[in-house]
């Protein structure tokens, strides 16, 4: 009886903790989108070395995210953040057009790691407000993210800085999550 009630509590008004890592190279906005979602202000960021963790509550969700540097020299040691993740955002510099191929090789490679198997995929089409930034379809066709068959997966356009695109990015994670 105690593990059903606690079950309509927990459905009721959450309790599940979702382990979200967001990914990407280094300048692609990856600390302001965690500091927007935590925050309605802009916060002045440096480059992350290392990681920042913030818990957020959104929608009856405890989200537990973690930022990770994303420097060349940081990259391999995003593994060791990869067991029990639930969804990874992976955030493009949209109007940097020429550093698409190496964020879609870090991609695809982080896609093949066993301890991400079975987490979810959204892409943050970040930085739409810059001059030449692609959008959603123009990204999703250079990083190839057509051919990603194993997962859920989305792609959203944002501009972190006045948070757009954010919540709607947060919104189909939820729904992933619920099962809904």
């Excluded at 930085?127 to 194993?150: C, F, H, P, V």
């Excluded at 959203?156 to 990015?169: N, P």
């Excluded at 189909?172 to 809904?180: A, H, L, S």
């Amino acid at each position: 009886m105690g593990i059903l009630i606690s079950k309509v509590f927990a459905s009721l008004f959450g309790s599940k903790e979702v382990r979200i890592l967001i990914l990407g190279l280094d300048n692609a906005g990856k600390t302001t989108i965690l500091y927007r979602l935590q925050s309605d202000e802009i916060e002045q960021t440096v480059p992350t070395i290392g990681f920042n963790m913030e818990t957020l509550q959104y929608k009856n969700i405890k989200f537990q995210v973690w930022d990770l540097g994303g420097q060349t020299s940081i990259r391999p040691y995003w593994r060791c953040y990869y067991p029990n993740t639930d969804a990874v955002i992976y955030v493009v510099d949209s109007a940097d057009t020429d550093r698409l191929n190496i964020a879609k090789q870090e991609l695809h490679a982080l896609l093949e790691e066993e301890e991400l198997k079975d987490s979810i995929l959204l892409v943050f089409a970040n930085k739409q407000d810059q001059k030449g930034a692609l959008n959603a379809a123009q990204i999703s066709e250079a990083m190839e993210l057509t051919n990603i068959r194993n997962r859920q997966w989305s792609i959203k356009e944002t501009t972190a800085t006045v948070g757009s695109g954010l919540f709607e990015g947060f919104d189909w994670i939820v729904t992933c999550i619920k099962g809904e």
